[in-house]
């Protein structure tokens, strides 16, 4: 768990995530639905088995900018621009032309100069 000293309120995300790295370098974070509602700009809808976000990691907010860049181009939408977390990360939602949402994401909790 991480993130937990950041409570969020009515409109803002909570900070607390669970993450758990497995094999090949991929890492699962478990948000709660209603938090990841509000950090990606989407309404709450009925509990599904689809309700989730496909995020990808990146090294810098230039990366962020620069993916996000592509796939708006290439016809995705903005759900919420890219803006500094409290918590240390930068990022950015959109979802693709299939509908399925997409974070791209950089910690910038240990850099001084991104």
Same mark, same amino acid.
């Given at each position: 768990?991480?993130?937990?000293?950041?409570?969020?309120?009515?409109?803002?995300?909570?900070?607390?995530?669970?993450?758990?790295?497995?094999?090949?370098?991929?890492?699962?974070?478990?948000?709660?639905?209603?938090?990841?509602?509000?950090?990606?700009?989407?309404?709450?809808?009925?509990?599904?088995?689809?309700?989730?976000?496909?995020?990808?990691?990146?090294?810098?907010?230039?990366?962020?900018?620069?993916?996000?860049?592509?796939?708006?181009?290439?016809?995705?939408?903005?759900?919420?621009?890219?803006?500094?977390?409290?918590?240390?990360?930068?990022?950015?939602?959109?979802? =693709?032309? =299939?509908?399925?949402?997409?974070?791209?994401?950089?910690?910038?909790?240990?850099?001084?100069?991104?």
């Amino acid at each position: 768990m991480v993130g937990t000293e950041f409570p969020g309120d009515a409109s803002s995300p909570a900070g607390d995530v669970a993450m758990f790295e497995l094999e090949g370098g991929l890492v699962l974070a478990l948000y709660p639905r209603t938090e990841l509602a509000k950090d990606a700009n989407v309404a709450v809808g009925p509990p599904s088995s689809g309700e989730f976000s496909i995020g990808q990691i990146v090294g810098t907010v230039s990366e962020v900018d620069a993916a996000l860049a592509e796939a708006l181009a290439a016809g995705a939408t903005w759900t919420e621009e890219p803006y500094e977390r409290p918590w240390g990360m930068y990022s950015g939602y959109f979802r =693709d032309p =299939d509908g399925h949402l997409w974070e791209i994401v950089c910690d910038t909790s240990a850099k001084a100069d991104l």
